[in-house]
């Protein structure tokens, strides 16, 4: 066991539904293993301003249900720079912080390598809506995320189909179409359209609708995903070339708020407890993650070097069960 005192925790990157359970599992684990611990609100920004407060059970009470942070996150120019993390480092230290869980996306994984280069141990844990982590199946928050968009675009269906319309719905995802294509096959969209294949042939499009109408659809659904945007521009071409009218929805930032799903709750707390678990352990400059069935943990430039693409059996798929 390394010789472990205190814990941070922050949050950083976007907010994501199971942060706060995550949040939770680390105090309680930490105070469970007789260590103090430390909440760093605002991510790198916060931690460079030393806003930093003590947390006990109490501190993290009633939260597991909640979305967003509690400890709130942010975005740091000044922590990308070499002065900015040598600083972050010295506050960790000033501070008593031996052991930080920095809970976010791959960009504050790298801030959390950064630390570790300058001797605090750290550990990652990947929150964010996106799935877009490779070195996991899953990331805190897709889960209610997808669910948060698949049920809204369910309700745009109804209008849809009464109107015999299409609907073009933009979800988020940054560059990445994993909840594009999950609702895709859970709304039985008529076409997804996602960064890592869309070819940006619109004729196509027009086809499948022309097509579409002939075999007796009464509307026609697009999930598209925000890295290829443009969804009132694509709504007004559709409209015009295909006759058929068309309306865009922007589903936004209410996917990224809400109560968490059982599952977003489950595996934040057990990743949370994990983070700590391996800091008792010595751990440090490691990525927790779920992989094939089991927890796993990586080093971070491992894991920051790793890939990954949406599953091509599902993406073919979706589009054959669209007939
Ligand atoms: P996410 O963690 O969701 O990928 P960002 O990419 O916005 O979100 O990163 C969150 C924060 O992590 C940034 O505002 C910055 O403070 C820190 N960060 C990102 N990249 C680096 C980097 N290369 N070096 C140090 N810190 C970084
Ligand atoms: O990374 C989560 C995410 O919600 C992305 O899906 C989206 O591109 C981005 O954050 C939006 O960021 P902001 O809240 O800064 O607009």
Redesign the pocket.
């Given at each position: 066991m390394a010789n472990i005192k205190t814990i941070g925790v922050l949050t950083?990157?976007?907010d994501a539904p199971g942060m706060n359970a995550a949040i939770r599992a680390v105090v309680r684990t930490a105070l469970a293993n007789g260590l103090n611990v430390k909440g760093i609100r605002r991510?790198?920004?916060g931690l460079l301003e030393e806003d930093i407060i003590d947390m006990d059970a109490r501190s993290v009470s009633d939260i597991i249900q909640r979305g967003g942070t509690i400890l709130y996150t942010?975005?740091?120019?000044?922590?990308?720079t070499s002065e900015g993390?040598d600083k972050g480092a010295e506050i960790c230290r000033k501070h008593n912080i031996d052991g930080l869980v920095v809970i976010?996306?791959?960009?504050?994984?790298?801030?959390a390598?950064?630390l570790a280069e300058r001797g605090i141990n750290t550990v990652g844990v990947p929150?964010?809506i996106d799935l877009d982590i490779a070195c996991t199946d899953y990331t805190i928050g897709f889960d209610t995320a997808v669910n948060t968009a698949m049920e809204a675009i369910d309700k745009v269906r109804d209008t849809s189909t009464s109107h015999e319309r299409c609907s073009i719905i933009e979800v988020m995802g940054r560059n990445a179409g994993y909840i594009a294509l999950w609702c895709g096959i859970a709304n039985g969209a008529e076409d997804v359209l996602i960064t890592e294949r869309y070819d940006h042939d619109e004729q196509r499009i027009i086809d499948n609708i022309i097509e579409k109408r002939k075999i007796g659809k009464k509307h026609h659904i697009i999930v598209n995903a925000e890295g290829i945007g443009d969804s009132y521009g694509m709504a007004k071409r559709i409209e015009e070339a295909t006759g058929m009218e068309a309306r865009a929805t922007i589903i936004g930032h209410i996917q990224r708020g809400g109560s968490p799903t059982c599952t977003d709750r489950v595996y934040a707390s057990a990743m949370g407890a994990i983070a700590v678990d391996l800091l008792c352990q010595g751990a440090s400059n490691r990525v927790v993650g779920y992989r094939d069935g089991k927890y796993v943990d990586y080093d971070i430039q491992e894991a920051l070097s790793m890939t990954k693409d949406v599953d091509q059996y599902l993406y073919d798929m979706c589009r054959k069960l669209s007939r």
């Open positions: 950083s990157g976007g991510g790198y920004s942010a975005r740091s120019k000044e922590f990308m993390q976010g996306g791959d960009g504050s994984f790298r801030g390598g950064k929150g964010t």
